[in-house]
């Protein structure tokens, strides 16, 4: 038998133990509930959502009542820099959140030279991304898409005043600040200009059609390469941009500099997008935009490209966006009404959002990529999407295994439409065949 007293011990610290343990179990209960919470569902939902597609100078279009929620954009921008009120910021971001769109913020010095006090820039860096990275501390009040990419400067060299050397040390300290503060923020590389671009390709023989005169001139801009290639190799980051203002098929080809000369293995975002970049003097019309802009995305998807920002929504009074080319890309003309261009927009949104998978099908000849015959197999989880185009004109057949009926849309291209033609067929031994334009068909 026990004895009394030991028995009486022991029930005695069995009673302390339970007591210890439920208290520590109520501490740490307290403890977690105050944790900062990270805003999880705002997160899931955005990463849920599609998104290819985005838009940039979305004032007006929401200003005059046209809804760029029914586009499914997902995807804008905003500069920002130290000299920027915080109550502008906190605006744009409610604005997108209220057209549900993710903002991504491109950062800068006031000046686009590396900082004269880098203490200063960096405490910049760290409040921005603390009062917009959702973990719910010091967080913008009732902010509910956390802010999760960060493109440091828009565009080499234009809006960076400094050397290769001091932008890669620029990049390496403001990412570095960033993901101190947020460990799963992305870093979007500077930009490379189209242009500038557009020379390397013909540099290195990536394409048939001809270099215009204005391109020859800069094919050997070796300077320019040099830098770029010393921040792909030197710089800090998770994303490579490059902007795509288009007036011949040169997606495909740009995706190969990166990808084949340069040896970049990041995923490519376009960050500024347009097209057709043509003067009304050398053949723009809003019936070529409206092309340009199916054209340019479904090319952009085709090659990889994970995001693509036309960067022209509305019309930019003052300074270079007031002037040919640039007054001819936006959706909306000079006097905020809707172009062939935005209700085009909305058919390709719809036609191609959430796909999962791109194949090109493109029949290439020995001519130069405009007399190519332009066939794109868009693999969504509930069916399949061709889109189908050729400058030159052409025949081209698909066959389709077990449809009884397939519908033929046509790119909104008229004055005046808003809405596209469409066309039934029953295919014929499973296979129907089309007469291709300039004009883009999706079909389904």
């Not at 208290?23 to 959502?49: D, H, I, R, Y």
């Not at 970049?277 to 998807?301: C, M, N, P, R, W």
């Not at 405009?370 to 999407?385: A, E």
């Not at 849309?409 to 334009?437: E, H, R, Y």
């Amino acid at each position: 038998m026990f004895n009394s007293t030991n028995k009486t011990s022991r029930i005695i610290w069995i009673i302390l133990i339970i007591f210890v343990v439920m208290s520590a179990v109520a501490g740490l209960k307290l403890f977690t509930e105050n944790l900062p919470k990270k805003n999880n569902a705002s997160q899931e939902a955005a990463l849920q959502k599609d998104t290819h597609f985005g838009l940039d100078k979305i004032g007006n279009l929401s200003q005059s009542g046209q809804t760029l929620k029914k586009f499914g954009i997902t995807w804008t921008y905003k500069d920002i820099n130290p000299n920027m009120p915080s109550k502008e910021i906190d605006d744009f971001i409610k604005k997108a959140e209220d057209l549900e769109i993710v903002p991504v913020l491109n950062l800068s010095t006031a000046d686009r030279k590396y900082p004269s006090d880098e203490i200063a820039w960096k405490n910049f860096i760290q409040k921005t991304v603390d009062r917009y990275d959702g973990d719910g501390k010091n967080d913008l009040p009732k902010l509910k898409t956390p802010i999760k990419y960060w493109h440091v400067i828009q565009e080499w060299k234009v809006h960076w005043k400094g050397t290769a050397e001091e932008y890669v040390a620029f990049l390496n300290m403001t990412g570095d600040t960033i993901k101190k503060e947020d460990p799963d923020a992305k870093i979007v590389l500077v930009g490379i200009a189209g242009r500038a671009m557009e020379a390397l390709v013909y540099k290195y023989n990536l394409v048939k059609t001809p270099a215009p005169l204005e391109i020859q001139g800069i094919t050997g801009n070796q300077d320019y390469e040099n830098e770029m290639k010393y921040i792909f190799e030197n710089g800090k980051y998770d994303i490579v941009d490059f902007h795509s203002y288009e007036k011949n098929y040169f997606i495909e080809a740009k995706v190969k500099l990166l990808r084949d000369v340069y040896k970049i293995k990041k995923p490519i975002w376009v960050m500024e997008a347009g097209g057709p970049f043509l003067k009304k003097s050398e053949g723009y019309t809003d019936e070529i935009s409206a092309q340009f802009l199916v054209k340019q995305h479904v090319q952009a998807f085709a090659n990889g490209i994970e995001r693509y920002i036309w960067a022209l929504g509305t019309a930019k009074s003052g300074g270079v966006w007031d002037s040919e080319p640039w007054i001819n890309m936006p959706l909306l003309d000079t006097k905020q009404k809707p172009k062939q261009s935005f209700y085009t927009f909305d058919v390709l949104v719809d036609k191609l959002k959430g796909f999962t998978k791109v194949e090109n099908l493109t029949i290439k000849n020995d001519g130069p990529e405009s007399d190519y015959v332009y066939v794109f197999k868009f693999i969504k989880p509930d069916k399949t999407v061709y889109v189908l185009w050729a400058d030159a004109g052409a025949k081209h057949s698909i066959q389709f295994s077990g449809k009884s009926n397939v519908l033929v849309t046509d790119t909104i291209t008229a004055p005046g439409q808003k809405t596209p033609k469409t066309k039934s067929f029953s295919p014929k031994n499973g296979k129907v065949t089309f007469d291709l334009t300039a004009n883009p068909l999706f079909v389904e």
